[in-house]
């Protein structure tokens, strides 16, 4: 298993930290590379004070991403990390196209969250490819935008955005895809993210309700 006190994963939310845990470990370092990801373009955007800063910042990882392994700048564990997702790495893009539909003007409309829940959904299809499984890579999309929108509806802090989140979190569909044990680290995310909204609870992953919810989607895969 993983060393939960390993640096870069002390870096991910609560809720990506549970998920990680259900990770075999031949797919722990391809997940953590794109949990990771996440979490950081999630801090670059919280501390860019302006949108442009953020984009100039996003527009980094992008390229950096894009480009041969070999070329990327040393001492980088993100991109260290993402070397095991193999020559498809620049595919993990889709987090930036993610985070950066969140500098879209305020109040963030309906097109800017279907955005980030795409980008979300193209990179956990991603994942699916590099482990693999090919054959799941659609419905590790739909947890993906799952993940994001409902992500979303709890995270914003305007009203009004909120409410369209929660529209929009409630065309999703009420079941979640079943994937292989492989991708279930997915199904928590989707899973623990949408309880989080209907709860209303920021506990996603201390509550052991949440520990019994986490034990269905990722082990039992129910």
Do not use: N
Not at 114 to 141: C, M, P
Not at 152 to 157: C, T
């Amino acid at each position: 298993m993983m060393d939960q006190d390993d640096p870069l994963v002390a870096t991910l939310p609560a809720v990506a930290r549970l998920a990680l845990v259900y990770a075999p470990a031949g797919a722990r370092e391809q997940t953590l590379a794109l949990l990771a990801l996440d979490a950081r373009l999630a801090t670059l955007i919280r501390r860019s004070s302006e949108p442009m800063l953020a984009q100039l910042r996003l527009a980094w990882w992008r390229e950096s991403i894009g480009h041969d392994p070999a070329s990327w700048p040393q001492g980088e564990p993100i991109l260290a990390t993402l070397r095991s997702w193999g020559p498809t790495h620049a595919e993990a893009t889709g987090l930036v196209d993610a985070w950066e539909a969140l500098t879209a003007p305020s109040p963030l409309g309906a097109d800017a969250m279907r955005a980030f829940a795409e980008g979300r959904g193209a990179a956990a299809a991603a994942l699916a490819r590099v482990l693999g499984r090919i054959g799941d890579a659609d419905a590790a999309a739909q947890l993906g935008r799952i993940w994001g929108i409902e992500d979303l509806a709890m995270r914003l802090g305007r009203e009004e955005e909120r409410t369209i989140a929660i529209q929009l979190a409630a065309e999703m569909p009420g079941k979640l895809p079943r994937v292989g044990r492989s991708l279930r680290p997915l199904r928590v995310l989707a899973g623990l993210t949408r309880r989080r909204r209907l709860t209303g609870s920021e506990d996603g992953a201390a509550s052991p309700a949440a520990m019994l919810e986490a034990l269905k989607l990722g082990l039992l895969g129910l």
